[in-house]
């Protein structure tokens, strides 16, 4: 699979997008067609901390696509999640206007209809989906390159695991490297495009971390393939990383991937992960949800 990977800082984007999304492989996409592009929300974080969606970064996609296609209906999603609350953030970091500019609608996919949509995953046999997802023509998923405690890496396809619509999706952590494949599988994303350009790393990601500056963007239409070069672009390898795995596993997409563009040797950065404090602390959360379990159960 092509995935494209496009040096660019914020200043530049409006004009690196656009070569950023072919090297990627283009987007399957019609005039008057119907897009919803999730963004990532996760927490009340400022842009410059590389946790959440840039405004900037936003701009530029939304400016591409209204440039390259007419008549689009563009909606911008998120969902509720345990700390999140998206509805209040896209006011708090001055989205609107943006939305509003490009006439973008806004939605909380934790608000929307939802439909019922069997898959053979690994935690779920149905899943509901949201409306708005199941009627769209093209699914953009559009994440930031961060280091996640959980998972070691979340890019496109833990992004799609935020659009799950139910609230506490903090009680699927125990089983999140699956539980991240079957959200793919049922929500699978049709065009990927990552934002490196200002990311997080180190173990507190997803949203408490340090700043990685990579200034570069990564696109596909496979978003096994586009994690697989954004893993190794962060200095982890692909093939150690469980919801990689799994979605290839589950029918996704393919780790095996051809660049078009920069090299990663050119971009990698080190995202400061440290293996050994990471598994202390997942040991540490295993143990405590066991203490919790038995404390629930009376035993």
Not at 25 to 50: A, Q, T, Y
Not at 133 to 160: A, F, R
Not at 202 to 212: E, F, H, N, R, S
Request: proline share 4%; with cysteine.
């Amino acid at each position: 699979m092509t995935v494209g990977v496009t040096r660019s800082t914020y200043r530049e984007i409006d004009e690196k997008i656009s070569e950023a999304v072919e090297r990627g492989g283009g987007l399957k996409l019609h005039d008057r067609g119907r897009v919803v592009i999730k963004i990532n929300l996760c927490d009340f974080r400022m842009p410059e901390s590389g946790a959440v969606t840039h405004p900037i970064f936003l701009r530029a996609v939304l400016k591409y696509l209204r440039s390259h296609f007419t008549d689009l209906e563009i909606c911008v999603v998120e969902s509720d999640a345990t700390f999140a609350r998206p509805d209040r953030l896209v006011t708090w970091l001055g989205l609107e206007p943006i939305l509003q500019e490009y006439h973008a609608r806004w939605l909380n996919l934790s608000k929307d209809k939802t439909v019922k949509k069997l898959i053979d995953g690994y935690v779920f046999r149905e899943m509901e989906v949201p409306k708005i997802i199941e009627d769209s023509d093209c699914l953009i998923t559009m994440p930031k390159m961060k280091t996640h405690l959980l998972t070691k890496i979340t890019c496109s396809l833990k992004n799609q695991f935020g659009c799950i619509p139910y609230p506490k999706k903090i009680r699927f952590h125990h089983v999140l490297d699956g539980a991240i494949a079957d959200a793919c599988l049922a929500m699978k994303p049709d065009f990927c495009i990552v934002d490196g350009i200002l990311g997080m790393g180190g173990v507190k990601g997803p949203d408490l971390a340090v700043p990685i500056q990579s200034n570069v963007v990564v696109t596909g239409n496979d978003a096994v393939a586009v994690d697989s070069v954004c893993a190794e672009i962060m200095n982890f390898r692909p093939n150690f990383i469980g919801h990689i795995r799994k979605a290839q596993a589950v029918g996704v997409g393919r780790i095996s991937h051809k660049i078009v563009g920069e090299k990663v040797s050119a971009v990698r950065k080190d995202f400061e992960y440290n293996p050994l404090y990471a598994s202390v602390l997942r040991f540490a959360m295993r143990l405590k949800r066991f203490h919790d379990r038995r404390h629930r159960s009376g035993c």
